[in-house]
C-alpha cells in the first residue's frame, strides 16, 4: 500500500499568500486528521473527519484556517492569509474502524513543512 | 492536555533491552494505552497499545501495572534505527483523539 499521501513535501511562500496543503488517506480509511508540529508547541491535533464530514475543528487556531474533505479519498488544509507564525510541519494521518472497532492506529504521512516569509 | 508523563530523555545501548516509563495516574477505566514513536523527520508511527492485560507485537512490549496508574514500553534489543521520540498517549479507544506530549527522546548508542 502507498501510505498516507501529502504534497507538496516543502512550501516556501510569502506572508500573506495563500497556501494549500493536500492528503490523500490510505484507501478505505474512514477517518483523517491534520496536525501540525512546532518546537514550541510539539504535535497538535487541527482538525479531524469521519467519513467526510468534519468532527472536531477545535484545535483550528483562527479564520486563516480551513479544511475540507471532498471525497473519501482527498482532504486540503488552506491557510489564508499566511503568517510567519504559521511556519511548521503540517502532518496528514487516516485510520480505520473497520477491522477494529474501538481501537485506532493512525498511519501518518510524511509531513508538509511549510516556511512563511 | 496529555495526561500523561514522561522522562525528557534516555540513553539506551545498542542491543539492550530499552525500558520507556510512563505515568498516567489519572487513567480511567475504559481508556486505553497507545504507544508511537517518531523518528527524526518523519511523521509520527504506531508501535503498540493496551488496555488492562500486557501486549507483545512484532516492535515491541507494552506491560501494564495492575492499578493501570503507570506502563513500560519495552524495546527487546535496541538498534540504533529505534533512536526516535516516544509518545505515551492515553485515549479512548473509540474517541480518536490523540494528544501527544513532548515524549521521551530515546537515544540508543553503539
Known amino acids: 500500500d502507498a501510505g498516507v499521501i501529502q504534497s507538496p513535501r516543502h512550501e516556501v511562500t510569502e506572508m500573506g499568500q495563500e497556501v494549500t496543503l493536500r492528503c490523500k488517506p490510505i484507501s478505505g480509511h474512514d477517518y483523517l486528521f491534520w496536525y501540525r508540529q512546532t518546537m514550541m508547541r510539539g504535535l497538535e491535533l487541527l482538525i479531524y473527519f469521519n467519513n467526510n464530514v468534519p468532527i472536531d475543528d477545535s484545535g483550528m487556531p483562527e479564520d486563516r484556517f480551513s479544511a475540507k474533505m471532498p471525497n473519501a479519498s482527498f482532504s486540503t488544509l488552506k491557510i489564508q492569509p499566511s503568517e510567519p507564525r504559521d511556519s511548521a510541519v503540517y502532518f496528514c494521518?487516516?485510520?480505520?474502524?473497520?477491522?477494529?472497532?474501538?481501537?485506532?492506529?493512525?498511519?501518518f504521512g510524511p509531513g508538509t513543512r511549510l516556511t512563511v516569509t | 492536555d496529555a495526561k500523561t508523563t514522561q522522562p525528557p530523555s534516555m540513553d539506551c545501548a545498542e542491543g539492550r533491552a530499552a525500558n520507556l516509563p510512563c505515568n498516567h495516574s489519572t487513567i480511567s477505566g475504559n481508556e486505553y494505552v497507545y504507544w508511537y514513536r517518531q523518528i527524526h523527520s518523519q511523521g509520527p508511527q504506531y508501535i503498540i497499545h493496551?488496555?488492562?492485560n500486557n501486549e507483545t507485537n512484532e516492535m515491541a512490549s507494552l506491560i501494564i501495572t495492575e492499578d493501570r496508574k503507570s506502563s513500560t514500553l519495552i524495546l527487546p534489543h535496541a538498534t540504533l534505527r529505534d533512536t526516535a521520540v516516544y509518545y505515551c498517549i492515553v485515549t479512548f479507544g473509540y474517541g480518536n483523539k490523540l494528544v501527544f506530549g513532548a515524549g521521551t527522546i530515546l537515544r540508543v548508542k553503539s
Open positions: 494521518a487516516s485510520s480505520s474502524t473497520a477491522a477494529k472497532p474501538l481501537l485506532y492506529e493512525q498511519y
Open positions: 493496551g488496555l488492562k
